[in-house]
């Protein structure tokens, strides 16, 4: 059974992310908000893993629908099936795009904070 994509919207809602600043005054303050940024990624992982997995369950049931011997040769059958599932999987890729993107944005702040904190020494070449 699967679980209904606005319930992993919420988890994301409710991690808070967007609540998080990231303008450390200090690097003690950047190591607390770093934490915190780590902390997000691992949850938004682990969402997206049980999202993932979700996912993977709505496809493989409807593949085992499409070898089913009544639909395999009926065209309009398996377009109808395939059809359903994309809508089905809509909402899912919607909440996984979000995630996504707040991932990117929390690993560009995390190396920010380390760099910041002295954690990383921002790589830069001279010609």
């Known amino acids: 059974m699967v679980i209904d994509p606005r319930f992993y919207k919420e988890q994301v809602e409710e991690l808070g992310i967007e609540g998080i600043e990231i303008d450390p005054s200090s690097e003690e303050e950047a190591l607390k908000?770093?934490?915190?940024?780590?902390?997000?990624?691992?949850n938004l992982k682990r969402i997206r893993y049980n999202l993932h997995m979700d996912m993977r369950l709505i496809?493989?049931?409807?593949?085992?629908?499409m070898r089913d011997p009544d639909v395999r040769g009926d065209v309009k059958r398996r377009r109808a099936l395939m059809d359903e599932r994309d809508n089905l999987l809509d909402p899912y890729e919607g909440v996984d795009r979000i995630i996504n993107t707040l991932l990117e944005q929390l690993e560009e702040a995390s190396i920010f904070l380390r760099e910041y904190a002295g954690l990383e020494i921002a790589s830069t070449e001279e010609w």
Request: a neutral charge.
């Open 59 to 65: 496809r493989r049931e409807y593949l085992e629908k």
């Open 33 to 42: 908000i770093l934490r915190e940024v780590e902390d997000a990624i691992r």
